[in-house]
Nanobody, 123 residues
């Protein structure tokens, strides 16, 4: 069982930055692939980024490549999402999630979820 708690969301102007954190509990944290997914108002949840193992494999949604960076610290059971050059279309509730499946692009692949943190980008 993995429990996840996000923090770091907030209101920021377009072009600004935010760093999301996700604290995880559980003795086998390093065995999980971790992801960030988001859900904007009136839209379905979408994949943002994922990181496998100790970070040797990362994947990003095309629209956030070169702006967002996912990282993890397995010693501290922490997951991060550094978001730079934020745009109004990045406004959403961001959730961290964990899976042991090999697929990580679909939200249905994830077994454990945090409660989500709101990110609002004003124009």
């Amino acid at each position: 069982q993995v429990q996840l708690v996000e923090s770091g969301g907030g209101l920021v102007q377009a072009g600004g930055s935010l760093r999301l954190s996700c604290a995880a509990s559980g003795p086998t944290f390093s065995r999980y692939t971790l992801g960030w997914l988001r859900q904007a108002p009136g839209k379905g949840r979408e994949f943002v980024a994922a990181i496998v193992g100790i970070g040797e494999i990362t994947a990003y949604k095309d629209s956030v490549k070169c702006r967002f960076t996912i990282s993890r610290d397995n010693a501290k059971n922490m997951l991060y999402l550094q978001m730079n050059a934020l745009k109004p279309e990045d406004t959403a509730v961001y959730s961290c999630a964990a899976t042991q499946k090999t697929s990580y692009f679909r939200d249905s692949a994830y077994d454990y979820w945090g409660q989500g943190t709101q990110v609002t980008v004003s124009s």
